[in-house]
Nanobody, 129 residues
Framework: QVQLVESGGGLAQAGGSLTLSCAAS????????FGWFRQSPGREREGVSC????????EYAGSVKDRFTISRDNARKMVYLTMNHLKPEDAAEYYC??????????????????????WGQGTQVTVSS
């Protein structure tokens, strides 16, 4: 079981950058897939990006591809989401999530929230136009 705490949210100007961090605790991250999700008022939660347990596979929502980058540092028990060229529509509460995969499943992640059993409390991102 892992506990997740996000940080790094705040106010950015359109075109600017922010890096969100997710600190994980509770054990080795070797067998965990991580994802970033976001939700803004009146909208459903959407998957933004995910990274496989091995770190070799990443997925991005079409709306953020080529602007956002997900990464992980298992030794530091951290997952990051670097967001560049921010747009007003990127404003939302951002959540870090994780789920465990069996050993040997290194190259898989998905952007649907169904498999994610562990969630952080969220960090707010605001983008001014």
């Amino acid at each position: 079981q892992v506990q997740l705490v996000e940080s790094g949210g705040g106010l950015a100007q359109a075109g600017g950058s922010l890096t969100l961090s997710c600190a994980a605790s509770g054990g080795s991250l070797d067998y965990y897939v991580f994802g970033w999700f976001r939700q803004s008022p009146g909208r459903e939660r959407e998957g933004v990006s995910c990274i496989s347990s091995g770190g070799t596979v990443t997925e991005y929502a079409g709306s953020v591809k080529d602007r956002f980058t997900i990464s992980r540092d298992n030794a530091r028990k951290m997952v990051y989401l670097t967001m560049n060229h921010l747009k007003p529509e990127d404003a939302a509460e951002y959540y870090c999530a994780a789920h465990r995969v069996p050993p040997g499943i290194h190259s898989f992640c998905q952007l649907t929230d169904e498999p994610y059993a562990y969630w952080g409390q969220g960090t707010q991102v605001t983008v001014s136009s």
